[in-house]
């Protein structure tokens, strides 16, 4: 059950930023501006500001979950972009039987216009009523998470076919002062795997700092399992010189969403 502080916030539309794991915080975003220039100004361009959305979703209340989010998350999408909604996959994860986890990546401008959807959305009464209050007071979100990124300097997000319904998300957390090494090895990585490289790569700027995200996407659940274990392999001899930690999930996609560059 959340707890009424983060209900009122939630409600006021002062969304706490929450991070997980060690090395949370946060990190000034012109460490990771892309290196292309503004013509007008020759300065470089802020980049946009994605926020990633992790809740878990209580046993035995995913059905009704499933249904306010079909009649409802329209008013979400109608006040800012998102990017992918996606629903885990439990498979043989004992850790996700008890609960069905979602994720989403939302798209802003900036850390201003995130905070002005958010009191928007606390002044939309049918939004709250239907669907915010019932989601946190009646219990069907558990544990949530959030983290805010940025896009790496050098990679652009990626159509994919609509065929690809099925979705791997992949972190990777660095000791400190690695990102930049990392980025290097990926770049490499993904070069010599165009075809299978990641719709997007993202540098964490508040919460677990020192990590990447991965967002992958596939036509069945052979191919999400077998290419990731694949990467695995690739990371191997990364783990304690370059890599601390990292692990992936796999997800299908929401019936509500789509990928969306």
């Not at 060690?22 to 802020?46: E, F, I, Q």
């Not at 239907?130 to 069907?140: E, H, N």
């Not at 991965?214 to 890599?243: F, I, T």
Request: charged residues 20%; proline residues 5%; hydrophobic residues 35%.
């Amino acid at each position: 059950m959340a707890s009424a502080r983060l209900i009122t916030s939630l409600v006021r539309g002062h969304t706490p930023l929450v991070g997980t794991g060690v090395g949370m915080g946060v990190r000034c975003l012109s460490t990771s501006s892309p290196v292309n220039k503004d013509a007008a100004t020759n300065a470089p361009p802020t980049p946009k500001t994605y926020e990633l959305r992790t809740y878990s979703i209580r046993r035995g209340g995913w059905d009704e979950f499933v249904r306010m989010s079909t009649e409802h998350l329209h008013m979400r999408f109608g006040v800012s972009k998102c990017n992918v909604y996606l629903c885990a996959d439990p498979g043989t994860d004992s850790n996700l039987k008890a609960w069905n986890e979602v994720t989403h990546i939302w798209e802003y401008d900036d850390l201003v216009q995130r905070s002005g959807v958010r009191k928007q959305l606390a002044g939309n009464e049918q939004w709250v009523a239907t669907y915010l209050k019932p989601l946190l007071l009646d219990g069907f979100a558990g544990h949530q998470s959030n983290e805010i990124m940025v896009p790496a300097p050098w990679y652009a997000l990626r159509p994919t076919s609509p065929s690809n319904t099925h979705f791997a998300v992949r972190k990777t957390q660095l000791f400190p002062g690695r990102t930049a090494k990392w980025g290097e090895i990926a770049q490499a990585q993904f070069g010599g795997e165009a075809e299978k490289a990641p719709l997007g790569f993202w540098i964490t700027d508040i919460g677990d700092l020192d990590s990447t995200y991965e967002l992958y996407a596939y036509s069945n659940a052979k191919d999400l399992v077998e290419h990731q274990q694949h990467r695995d392999r690739a990371m191997a001899d990364l783990e304690g010189v370059l890599v601390k930690n990292l692990w992936w999930k796999k997800y299908e996609l929401a019936p509500w969403s789509q990928w969306s560059t």
